[in-house]
């Protein structure tokens, strides 16, 4: 690891960007802007699924749309969790269920129109109240509706169903868009308030940002930013080495960045999501076997050369609810193996095939991490098919509503708590009826309800409750490694990633630097 320079510290910037509906290019078609020096040039695993504001939640789309072409109302410090104003002023909570937001002055959106209260207020409706079908509405927002009111040009209140101490965490996820969006479908091309707008894009090939000019703050170094997809990692880092991108992410240790190569610990827990509702993943015995399995100090070890730590939570230090206590699952084949024996001794179709799921491109090495599973639940004696999905396909089999007639599946998945606060994991994995849950029970449902109605330090030891008693309980998750992340960056190019780097990556946070001062 001696190759990789380790950085912590504010920053985050960047991004993809790609299509939504196939064979169009986007607004300017000239590309001679690549060679340019204001430009920057940045090389990510995969093409954006959607550029939908409203799904910037999704990693793949948050990269590229979040603080770039769009903003929120108030976005979160990735350093110390603290909530800072963007295109709110400020906020308070002005009765039990109700927070009122004042708006910032004088911001326009890149298409010349102005921003005020109305586009707040229809941001919010479309996100959360609309039936689009919003990443963030089932992410942030469960099934709870807000009341939005407009109160003047500059004020809105938020009504919620019952108190809501994080609400105003929870509306940083909502970007803002202007009142004429549509509210029946997802936008190909959006238009915020951000420091870019698109340039054009390329279906498959690149998409390009271009400086927003009347964008109201700080204008930003780089004026234009290219994103093109590469789905080897040795080919992104080489992209890099060879003047053809300043940046290239989701980079492993083996991907020959050298001393390109920039390690930061990232939010992002990998895991294996069991769907707990067709024999015989139906069986806690089997569950239980799938968890002891899985070697997670070898995966971390021999695939990720030692960049994570084995996992015990769906959560990393640094997030309000996280437990310190929780210990990783001893590896123990032969104990997985006798439990397997068990529930089939007692009639449990454990031979009947179970699909393993795994997402190209989720993390380096992800294809060989899935075949290490595969081949330790083979030897506990489960039969497991590994199926690899592009994000569409994946995200099929990791949100709800599940495809009917699916069969026993596994998912591996990867959770980034972007927020700082745990409740966005237990909402969504946790209970009965979350987002990205396939199982749970009434007793942990009634403890999320009640730790995630606190503050302070008594919602930080309730939440920890919830994570400790889950696995005795439903033990729906087989935990693999809080992750770390590699980007290659040129020596031009002054950027210090953040654990937030893997959800968003702010363009405006990246300048131009020299050869001896870069780091």
């Not at 298409?111 to 996100?127: C, K, L, P, T």
């Not at 209970?431 to 930080?460: C, K, N, V």
């Not at 654990?499 to 020299?514: C, I, K, Q, W």
């Amino acid at each position: 690891m001696s190759n990789f320079r380790r950085r912590t510290g504010p920053v985050a910037a960047t991004l993809a960007v790609t299509a939504l509906v196939a064979g169009c290019s986007v607004a300017n078609s000239n590309h001679s802007d690549a060679a340019r020096p204001d430009t920057l040039r940045i090389v990510i695993p995969q093409e954006p699924p959607t550029l939908e504001p409203c799904d910037a939640s999704l990693t793949d789309t948050g990269v590229v749309v979040r603080s770039n072409i769009t903003e929120p109302l108030i976005e979160r410090d990735a350093e110390t969790g603290a909530l800072q104003p963007k295109l709110a002023e400020s906020w308070q909570q002005t009765a039990p269920t109700r927070w009122t937001f004042t708006l910032r002055p004088g911001v326009t959106f890149s298409d010349g129109s102005g921003f005020d209260a109305e586009d707040a207020a229809a941001s919010i409706e479309r996100a959360v109240n609309s039936d689009i079908g919003c990443d963030v509405d089932g992410y942030v927002f469960g099934d709870d509706a807000l009341e939005v009111t407009v109160l003047d040009a500059r004020t809105i209140a938020i009504g919620t169903p019952a108190p809501d101490p994080i609400l105003p965490l929870r509306i940083s996820f909502v970007e803002m868009v202007p009142s004429t969006t549509t509210t029946t479908a997802r936008v190909r091309e959006p238009i915020g308030t951000g420091p870019y707008r698109i340039d054009y894009w390329q279906q498959g090939q690149r998409l390009a940002l271009i400086r927003n000019d009347s964008y109201w703050g700080p204008a930003p170094e780089y004026t234009h930013a290219i994103y093109q997809w590469r789905g080897e990692g040795s080919v992104r880092a080489a992209m890099v080495a060879n003047d053809e991108a300043e940046l290239a992410t989701s980079l492993g240790p083996e991907d020959g960045a050298g001393d390109l190569g920039v390690a930061y610990q990232n939010n992002e827990t990998s895991a294996i999501r069991i769907h707990a509702t067709e024999p015989p993943l139906d069986d806690y015995r089997v569950r239980a076997a799938i968890d002891l399995a899985i070697n997670r100090q070898g995966i971390v070890k021999a695939l990720f050369r030692g960049l994570g730590q084995p996992a015990a939570q769906l959560v990393a230090r640094g997030i309000v609810g996280f437990d310190p206590n929780l210990a990783p699952t001893p590896y123990d084949p032969d104990q997985a193996a006798r439990l397997v024996a068990q529930a089939k001794a007692d009639g449990v179709p454990v031979d009947k095939q179970i699909r393993l799921i795994a997402r190209t491109g989720m993390f380096p090495k992800v294809a060989e991490t899935t075949e290490v599973i595969q081949n330790a639940l083979s030897k506990a004696g489960l039969n497991v098919k590994i199926q690899m999905m592009d994000t569409a396909g994946q995200m099929q089999f990791q949100v709800r509503p599940f495809p009917p007639n699916s069969g026993p599946i596994m998912v591996l998945i990867q959770h980034g708590n972007q927020a700082g606060d745990a409740q966005f994991t237990v909402d969504q994995y946790l209970r009965s009826d979350g987002y990205q849950s396939t199982t749970g029970r009434a007793d942990i449902d009634a403890a999320i309800e009640s730790a995630t109605q606190l503050t302070g330090a008594a919602r930080q030891d309730a939440i920890a409750a919830v994570f400790a008693a889950e696995p005795a309980a439903v033990r729906q998750f087989g935990y693999i490694a809080h992750m770390s992340g590699v980007l290659a960056i040129a020596p031009s190019v002054r950027y210090r990633p953040n654990p937030a780097t893997g959800d968003e990556m702010r363009l405006a946070e990246m300048t131009r630097s020299d050869p001896v001062t870069n780091g």
